[in-house]
């Protein structure tokens, strides 16, 4: 297998940060937040491990209304939200883990290939539990023919964000009421989602495993893959203000999350 160690380049030492919000407006917005223009003197590599409320999550130049029933959400109380990497619509609820790196940009390293490397953590997890699993280009992770789980990621000045939704188990009838508008066929400008059928692990293992667990797995997968330690760590004061900065101006509001247009101002 391949290994992060030229990816992460001389860290030795990564923090772990286990942080959900019961908010997946606040969630997303401190995924963004976690991304910083220059890398500080006190910068390390962060793994977020985290769940979101039922959600649609949206990919950044996605159209709402192409990719979600709206009505159905507002029926179910699930909310809607968009987030600043891009590729294609996903159903969060609590039977699915997510899980994020946040590290310095890598060098000749195309987005493909860093998909490719970073989904080796999630294989090799799957493996331990017992299951085969093999990538598929450009951001999944299959079993059997069978998503389990999708990624999106972004290479920004000095670092890169990589996210990955892992489907425990997540309610697949709702996800595909909430998401039925992406499966039909029409023409349009904006990004689609690539439908592909789906699994969980609790389906594939033929019984119930434990988001703790699997974290836990996660964890234990990156260390071995990677070398590095994982320090549990909190949120910066910096961070912090900016998670809330972008939620006020970002991620709590309408233009953002169902037209993509935000302005600071």
């Not at 595909?176 to 789906?198: D, G, I, Q």
Request: overall charge negative; charged content about 20%; hydrophobic content about 40%.
């Amino acid at each position: 297998m391949h290994t992060m160690v030229n990816l992460a380049g001389t860290y030795e030492t990564w923090r772990i940060l286990d942080l959900s919000y019961a908010s997946a407006s606040q969630n997303l917005a401190l995924e963004e937040a976690l991304v910083q223009d220059d890398l500080s003197e006190d910068f390390t590599p962060t793994i977020r491990v985290w769940i979101n409320p039922p959600a649609a999550v949206i990919g950044r130049f996605q159209d709402v209304k192409s990719e979600v029933d709206m009505k159905f959400c507002e029926q179910n109380q699930i909310q809607i939200v968009r987030r600043f990497t891009g590729g294609g619509a996903v159903y969060h609820d609590e039977g699915n883990l997510n899980f994020t790196i946040v590290m310095p940009k890598p060098e000749s390293v195309g987005l493909l290939e860093f998909h490719k490397i970073n989904a080796l953590i999630i294989q090799d997890c799957l493996s331990g539990l017992g299951l085969i699993s093999e990538f598929t280009p450009p951001n999944s992770v299959e079993i059997a023919g069978k998503k389990i789980s999708g990624a999106a990621a972004g290479f920004y000045r000095k670092q890169s964000l990589w996210h990955a939704s892992i489907l425990i188990s997540t309610d697949i009838v709702t996800a595909t009421h909430v998401l039925s508008p992406s499966r039909r066929n029409f023409e349009a400008t904006h990004v689609r989602s690539r439908w592909k059928p789906v699994t969980t692990l609790e389906a594939s293992l033929g019984k119930y495993v434990p988001l703790d667990e699997v974290k836990t797995c996660l964890l234990r997968s990156f260390e071995k893959l990677n070398g590095a330690r994982l320090q549990s760590l909190p949120l910066s004061d910096a961070e912090t203000k900016r998670m809330h900065n972008l939620l006020l101006s970002k991620y709590s509001n309408y233009e953002w999350n169902h037209l993509g247009t935000w302005s600071e101002g």
